[in-house]
């Protein structure tokens, strides 16, 4: 194994983001928040890499992202590059001691994420995957109702995840090219987030599922090129206990721009969760129904701790990437014991490279069950 980067309570855990597109940005921000330097970036060629640190401020510019993740002057590695690059990153980075946070899908092959899985669990280094709509309050409130009984025993789990990104014949973006994107695009990209936050609110976990999905041939209506990966996927499932589940993941949806939305209908109260309306939480139930808003004074002691400004002060997206780079850190900071959680956090469920694995195990299950029309039990 290689160097561990040790980091000393109290010293700044020094951080370079490879990728600066889009969610690049985001971590960029959530980094700052919290405290930390981002002391370098990369990008496609070297000439970018040095217009994105002059426009974002930061110090250095690497020529590569393999030169990033290994410098000796860095301690955390944010891996924000197209699908294809994360693994040979984030195992360079995990050799050379890096903690690392890399960006979902982990790669694009199940056996690749459990290698790297194993790899990280080996070294002891902290490996997250920001599957962050774990860190709206209003999910987090969610989960302590299914935890605390408030909802009883969960009986279906359902939902959908919608955009519209790709509904026109000539959109394209490099998640179609099967080799930047991986064999798996609106699954992959967008089904995975929905299927961690419902296994994470509910504790169930997909045992066993059936898929169908589409692929939308656009020359048809004039565009060159018809993509080789799945623009909707629906998908019924079975859980590890006893519950069932229907999901839509879908990148074609008008007007759609980034619908996540679940219900979980336990034998007490059914939940309902919406992503663009993250405010509130939907309660039903036989008597009255509630929309709960999000007011750190009402809320459970976790979705209260993830409150940061008080409630009728919206919060959204980027405070989710700040909270899940809060927890990063202080799990940085102390370690998890073998057996628990990190000390110093009443939180400690970061998604970890395990949690990013499953996903895309998942993932393999739902192109199968798509090609051959049959159901997958999910390892
Ligand atoms: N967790 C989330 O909520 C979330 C949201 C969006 C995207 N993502 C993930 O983040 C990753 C990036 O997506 P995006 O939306 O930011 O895409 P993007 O196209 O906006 O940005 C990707 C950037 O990486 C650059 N790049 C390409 N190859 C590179 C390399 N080898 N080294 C460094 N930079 C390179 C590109 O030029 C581009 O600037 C994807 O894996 C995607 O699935 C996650």
Redesign the pocket.
């Known amino acids: 194994m290689g160097r561990t980067t040790s980091v000393a309570a109290g010293s700044s855990l020094r951080t370079a983001i490879?990728?600066?597109?889009?969610?690049?940005q985001v971590h960029l921000d959530a980094v700052r928040r919290n405290g930390a330097p981002v002391v370098g970036v990369?990008?496609?060629t070297p000439a970018?890499a040095k217009e994105a640190a002059a426009a974002l401020g930061v110090e250095r510019a690497f020529d590569s992202?393999q030169a990033l993740v290994t410098s000796d002057d860095v301690d955390v590695v944010h891996i924000?590059?197209?699908?294809g690059?994360?693994a040979e990153l984030a195992e360079l980075a995990l050799r050379a001691g890096k903690h690392v946070v890399c960006?979902?899908?982990l790669t694009t092959s199940g056996a690749t994420a459990d290698a790297l899985a194993a790899l990280a669990a080996e070294t002891g280094l902290v490996a997250a995957v920001?599957f962050?709509y774990r860190y709206h309050p209003m999910a987090a409130e969610a989960r302590a109702r299914v935890r605390d009984g408030r909802a009883g025993d969960v009986r279906l789990v359902h939902g959908h995840y919608l955009q519209d990104w790709l509904s026109e014949p000539d959109d394209t973006n490099?998640r179609v090219d099967t080799v930047a994107g991986g064999p798996s695009r609106a699954f992959a990209?967008i089904g995975s987030h929905w299927c961690d936050l419902v296994e994470w609110v509910t504790g169930h976990r997909i045992a066993e599922l059936t898929a169908v999905s589409q692929t939308v041939d656009r020359t048809a209506e004039g565009a060159a090129v018809r993509p080789d990966t799945e623009d909707v996927v629906q998908l019924l499932f079975r859980t590890d206990r006893g519950a069932t589940g229907t999901v839509t993941v879908s990148q074609i949806s008008p007007g759609r721009k980034n619908r996540l939305w679940f219900e979980v209908d336990g034998t007490r109260t059914s939940l309902a969760f919406d992503q663009e309306n993250p405010e509130s939480l939907f309660v039903g139930s036989r008597g009255e129904n509630a929309a709960v808003l999000r007011d750190p004074a009402v809320l459970s002691p976790v979705a209260a701790r993830l409150s940061v400004v008080p409630g009728g002060h919206p919060m959204g997206y980027l405070d989710c990437f700040a909270a899940f780079v809060r927890e990063v850190h202080a799990a940085i900071r102390a370690p998890r014991a073998a057996d628990g959680p990190a000390a110093d956090t009443t939180w400690g469920t970061y998604p970890t490279f395990d949690d990013a694995a499953r996903m895309v195990r998942l993932t393999e299950a739902v192109l199968g069950s798509a090609a051959d029309r049959s159901w997958k039990e999910v390892s």
């Open positions: 490879a990728g600066v597109g889009m969610i690049g990369s990008a496609s970018r992202s924000c590059t197209p699908n690059a994360h960006e979902k899908p920001p962050v490099w990209d």
